[in-house]
């Protein structure tokens, strides 16, 4: 039996922390903590088919299927951004790619992100969350071959 919480456990734990803080300020803070603290992507990574396209920073992404979860590893030159993404690879990473494709990901909402970022930041973000569910999908297509 897999030791790894549900998606939606895992939202929920990232809105309960976000509650704590009352101010904007106080919550990019905590995004660029978060970011801090997500392990650099080896440089053989960061080249221009694993950049994604959307973002006006530079975001490398990359994923793997490891047995019947996918994981997920990317790095930004952006502090934001490297939280923005942490975030989401907490969200998703060892997760099968179904549960990948089906979650909603409205923690997003819930924690305000979407109003307090710039449109070109919130863009990238989506970027990052269609590119991850691209990929859930790539792997569900090769394990149901694979049945």
Partial sequence: M?????????EEEIVDE???FDSWD????????MGKKLKPLDDVFKKDENKIKGCQ???WMVSELQGDKVIYKAESDA??????????????????????????????DRIGMKQHLAQTRSNGLLSMVKQM???????????????
């Fill in 79 to 108: 502090v934001i951004v490297k939280g923005l993404v942490s975030m989401l690879i907490r969200v998703l990473s060892n997760h099968t790619p179904q549960e990948i494709i089906e979650a909603k990901l409205d923690f997003i």
């Fill in 18 to 20: 976000f509650s704590l």
């Fill in 57 to 59: 920073s530079t975001v």
């Fill in 133 to 147: 569910k691209l990929d859930a999908t790539v792997y569900l297509a090769q394990l149901s071959t694979k049945n």
């Fill in 26 to 33: 106080e919550k990019y803070e905590y995004i660029i903590d």
């Fill in 2 to 10: 897999s030791d790894t919480k549900p998606i939606t456990e895992i």
